[in-house]
């Protein structure tokens, strides 16, 4: 993540942790959803090719920038990068972070949802790193798994430290999912899928 502690100096990108709203806000939550918004979750952090160079570009050496307002801001997908770690929950977190806590972050624009339009913007969950449904996390969790031939919790780990498994998908799934259809890693991985699907096949071949 070169680069951010130049674009905001007292903000120190970390482990990004999905946290409650500390105004109560909300009262409708239940305790299991209380519990699941201190889950750690951290998202891959490796540069994506498709910056290319562009990345390293200009004074803070965060990519190429774009004008909202006569004002400068980063690109869509650098910007978004920064605002993972930020570790905000929902919209209501980010007007507070946006109104009280956005002094020296010049780059970000307040009203992401205007300034990205038609560049890039798809919704709040994904501008702040929201964990996916878990039916599309596992399915981006399997084919990750099946591309790195990962097959074990140990594999899945080792993944988890090097900051590349997919964006949006929780390293600790077993506690995010927990209530939400989580089985165990094999599940996860999708572990004996394929000779499952071979032994079909064969059925069906034999018949």
């Known amino acids: 993540m070169t ?3 130049s674009l905001c100096s007292h903000h120190h990108p970390s482990i990004h942790l999905l946290r409650g709203n500390n105004n109560n806000k909300n009262n409708n939550n239940n305790a299991s959803t209380s519990k699941r918004r201190n889950v750690v ?4 952090q ?11 570009w200009g004074k803070n050496k965060l990519g190429k ?20 770690t930020l570790g905000l929950y929902d919209e209501d977190d980010w007007r507070d972070w ?3 806590r956005r002094r020296g972050c010049v780059f970000i624009p307040r009203d992401p949802w205007n300034a990205y ?5 798809i919704d709040m969950d994904d501008w702040l790193g929201r964990p996916l449904p878990f039916a599309e996390a596992k399915a981006l969790a ?24 997919p964006s949006r998908v929780p390293v600790r799934p077993g506690m995010y999912y927990r209530d939400d ?18 032994e079909e096949e064969e059925e069906e071949e034999e018949r």
Do not use: C, M
């Open 181 to 198: 259809g989580w089985i165990d890693y094999d599940d996860w991985l999708g572990v004996g899928l394929d000779d499952a699907k071979e």
């Open 41 to 44: 979750v951290i998202t891959s």
């Open 142 to 165: 399997r084919e990750f798994a099946k591309e790195r031939r990962i097959r074990t919790q140990a594999e899945w780990w080792a993944a988890v430290d090097s900051r590349t498994t």
């Open 117 to 121: 339009r038609n560049r890039g913007w």
């Open 46 to 56: 490796k540069i994506d090719p498709k910056w290319g160079d562009g990345r390293q």
């Open 65 to 84: 920038k774009l004008e909202h307002r006569s004002r400068l801001i980063l690109e869509y997908e650098v910007a978004r990068e920064f605002v993972w």
């Open 3 to 5: 680069g951010f502690s």
């Open 98 to 100: 946006a109104k009280d």
